[in-house]
């Protein structure tokens, strides 16, 4: 009897495997066979990995224009699982995701986003009432008419860049970095940073040089088809991802909660001063708001500002 329970169990195991390619065969064919609207053009994908080996993980937009060249504005291609539509054209990206944005405004979704911190960027993240009152916050400091109060500020420190680039032309990329970032932290927070290495420009450009790297959908569906590596032990070969995951998600948090604390520490001074700033007058209308609502708005704040800091 035992010996036949156990001849019973092998057999079970050997054909599961058979169960699975058979079962994933006939739902691939069923797919197949179901009407489905044309798709665009593209490359042809390999099994399994479909076009994720042509891409330059580096440079991808290398890449889609030159499958433009060959297939034109729209381009079907298939990473791994995921299926994705390359706009190369930006009257059709206007059409479609603005003209109607009521389809396709939502976002998709990046396995990268949560573990290296970037939830904090609402413009990444999903279409549902915390990005509503998020775009709203955003929307009220930097809408075309509000955004006039401003150009004095844009003004002194685009002299101050000059003068920056006289002193030192080399170092131009830095002057031109540094010049975007004190205005957007100067519009966020009323920060005014200093010309050069100013340490709030450093903790930013920290957070956004080993994040960014990874917030593109190329690399964030390797991580979706294999979110083992966000648990692979310190010592194995390819757990850097999770060590520049946890890194990642120590800067940004850092340049979330730093700049946003000297914005609270400094409003009553900046409100004698007669200067303002996003963080100061939201903190004003919050006041206003119901208390358990408040928790909510000061932290769909704290992602506004960052998106505005990060979108600079």
Not at 58 to 69: G, M
Not at 123 to 146: K, M
Not at 191 to 199: G, H, K, L, T, V
């Amino acid at each position: 009897m035992v010996h036949s329970v156990h001849t019973h169990y092998i057999a079970t195991l050997a054909v599961l495997p058979i169960s699975f390619v058979v079962i994933t065969a006939l739902r691939r064919l069923i797919a197949t066979g179901q009407h489905k609207p044309p798709r665009p053009p593209g490359p042809t994908p390999f099994p399994v990995l479909g076009n994720v080996l042509s891409i330059d993980a580096q440079e991808p937009w290398l890449t889609y224009a030159e499958w433009r060249a060959v297939y034109g504005d729209l381009v079907f291609v298939r990473i791994l699982d995921q299926e994705v539509v390359v706009i190369n054209c930006q009257k059709i990206a206007e059409d479609l995701l603005d003209k109607r944005s009521r389809i396709y405004s939502d976002r998709p979704y990046l396995a990268t986003l949560e573990p290296f911190g970037f939830t904090h960027n609402f413009s990444l993240t999903g279409y549902n009432d915390e990005w509503r009152l998020c775009r709203r916050i955003f929307h009220q400091t930097f809408h075309p008419v509000a955004a006039l109060k401003f150009r004095p500020l844009q003004i002194r420190r685009a002299r101050q860049m000059i003068v920056n680039l006289i002193d030192d032309p080399r170092n131009y990329n830095s002057h031109f970095a540094t010049f975007s970032s004190s205005v957007a932290m100067s519009a966020v927070y009323n920060y005014e940073p200093s010309p050069r290495n100013d340490p709030l420009v450093r903790i930013m450009e920290n957070a956004l040089e080993l994040g960014l790297a990874m917030m593109t959908p190329e690399k964030a569906i390797i991580l979706k088809t294999f979110p083992f590596l966000l648990k692979l032990p310190d010592w194995c070969w390819g757990s850097s991802i999770k060590r520049d995951a946890q890194v990642s998600t120590n800067r940004t948090n850092e340049m979330v909660d730093v700049p946003f604390r000297y914005a609270l520490q400094h409003m009553a001074e900046n409100t004698l001063q007669g200067r303002s700033s996003m963080v100061a007058e939201n903190m004003q209308r919050m006041e206003k708001q119901d208390e358990e609502f408040k928790p909510v708005f000061e932290n769909a704040l704290k992602k506004a500002a960052t998106t505005a800091l990060v979108g600079e």
